[in-house]
């Protein structure tokens, strides 16, 4: 096989530094000037989330049924939406991106949806939130600033603001990215008392995100046939409901949070 080495398909400097979308065989991603993959897709295949990031923050889903209505903050290339358009066609989601550059390059190179499920609104999420009437089954917030998550998101009032906006069985979740242990534990312990403690962590090997999932109730117990369940989980999402189970596990101590 004659290796075809990537094409850069746009680079362009903005604010938040210079970014770029490559493509090699039937892969896309975008960077930006850390060197990182911020969002990967395969070409012709939504059902398909190649990086794990992206996979570890629908493992909330372990816990409750599919969400109905999503709402993305944070969008990179809308890989995301994407897979929630691919595969679950009856969600209805909104994807707010601060940056005009991105949410067109979401639409141009990396196949947003475009169909009257999802909307690409171009705001601040600190605005949305305040009006925002829509009641939400998953919020997902993919935000960093410098590789670190922004002390702005767990901003109590912004916390309370994005409680107050899930259903009853909905819940929150978080890429988070610190320096340093304290730091971790500052940011957790703030996200526990706005979610009356109702959360669990994920780490990701060979990352230095941690996954929070914040609930707005506590989900009921996993089935007690807990071997099926993830394998029905892992039919239904396409990827690997049980390794991350097995993490969480690891990750959090009995009767601290949902487990």
């Not at 595969?87 to 009257?116: H, L, M, R, Y």
Request: overall charge negative; aromatic content about 10%; glycine content about 6%.
């Amino acid at each position: 096989m004659t290796l075809v080495e990537p094409r850069l398909l746009f680079d362009q400097q903005i604010d938040e530094g210079d970014i770029r979308v490559w493509h090699q065989y039937d892969r896309r991603w975008l960077e930006f000037n850390d060197g990182l993959i911020q969002s990967e897709i395969v070409l012709n295949r939504p059902e398909i989330l190649p990086l794990v990031l992206n996979r570890a923050m629908l493992a909330g889903m372990l816990f409750v049924e599919p969400p109905k209505r999503v709402l993305l903050a944070g969008v990179g290339g809308g890989a995301t939406a994407r897979y929630f358009s691919g595969c679950f066609a009856d969600i209805k989601g909104e994807a707010v991106e601060v940056s005009a550059t991105v949410s067109q390059i979401a639409k141009d190179f990396f196949e947003f949806p475009n169909n009257k499920k999802w909307q690409l609104i171009t705001e601040d999420i600190t605005n949305y939130v305040q009006h925002c009437q829509h009641k939400y089954d998953l919020i997902i917030i993919d935000i960093a600033k410098e590789q670190k998550t922004p002390e702005w998101i767990i901003d109590r009032q912004f916390l309370q603001r994005c409680r107050s906006m899930l259903t009853g069985t909905g819940q929150l979740t978080l890429n988070l990215l610190v320096d340093d242990n304290n730091e971790f534990k500052h940011y957790l312990s703030t996200i526990r008392d706005v979610f009356d403690c109702h959360t669990a962590c994920l780490s990701l090997t060979n990352h230095r995100n941690t996954v929070i999932f914040a609930f707005n109730n506590k989900p009921p117990s996993l089935p007690e046939d807990l071997q099926t369940h993830l394998l029905m989980l892992e039919a239904l999402w396409g990827f690997e409901f049980g390794e991350f189970y097995r993490q969480m596990v690891q990750d959090n101590p009995a009767n601290s949070g949902v487990f």
